[in-house]
């Protein structure tokens, strides 16, 4: 009996010590992205807003998936007010920013087009967003250390490094499948156009051919009258 509750002791205390470790390692957060799809109407300036934090990161995709030209014009403005970069007529872009305290907008702008909306795709990737924390701290949370061979650092940097090979992975996925609908949206237009030009060629042909049936009968009709 007294060997019975000593293994239990000892098994509540590694499930107590482990899930310790589980709850501290949740507290450590990677970067954060989202994605967003919409149209921009002809003639019309879209923005957005980001508030961001000091000595954080924020990193922002964007592509044409639909329309005519495929480009946009697009912009990202510092808090205060102070153009950061600028795109003109461009299918696609990457830009990555340091940034401070406050609110960081971007726009895409399609005025330079009259008749066509496109089709917009962009992704903002954050980091360094959380607030800074002691990397000590989750040790006040370990007790006999001892008992239980297991370290922690190589556990935290395994399931962190997983963490973010997953995150990038997901990035990627997203990208091609941006990538993927901008390539089906191109095959599609082509595919409209060859059907249009196909049915008025057949039609010139067509109109053609009954002009040219109609001059050679005309040459080989005997317009004179005969008297009897």
């Not at 496109?118 to 949370?141: G, H, Q, R, S, T």
Request: proline share 1%; aromatic share 12%.
């Amino acid at each position: 009996m007294e060997f019975l509750r000593l293994l239990f002791c000892v098994q509540s205390v590694f499930i107590t010590m482990i899930s310790e470790r589980c709850v501290v390692l949740a507290a450590f957060s990677q970067a954060t992205d989202s994605d967003f799809t919409f149209t921009l109407p002809a003639g019309r300036k879209e923005c957005f807003y980001q508030t961001m934090k000091k000595d954080a990161s924020l990193e922002i995709e964007y592509q044409v998936l639909d329309g005519s030209g495929l480009d946009v014009d697009f912009f990202i403005y510092s808090p205060s007010g102070h153009v950061l970069f600028s795109d003109y007529h461009k299918s696609d872009g990457v830009h990555t920013i340091e940034t401070e305290d406050g609110d960081y907008m971007f726009c895409f702008d399609n005025t330079f087009s009259a008749v066509s909306e496109k089709l917009i795709f962009f992704e903002l990737i954050l980091d360094n967003m959380e607030v800074a924390e002691d990397p000590d701290n989750w040790k006040e949370y370990i007790h006999g250390t001892d008992m239980v061979d297991i370290k922690l650092e190589d556990i935290m940097d395994t399931i962190n490094n997983v963490k973010s090979r997953l995150g990038k992975s997901m990035q990627i996925q997203t990208l091609l499948r941006a990538f993927e609908a901008r390539d089906r949206n191109i095959q599609e237009s082509n595919y409209d156009r060859v059907n249009f030009w196909s049915i008025v060629n057949l039609g010139v042909m067509m109109l053609v051919s009954a002009v040219q049936v109609y001059l050679v009968r005309s040459l080989f009709e005997d317009k004179r009258k005969i008297r009897t």
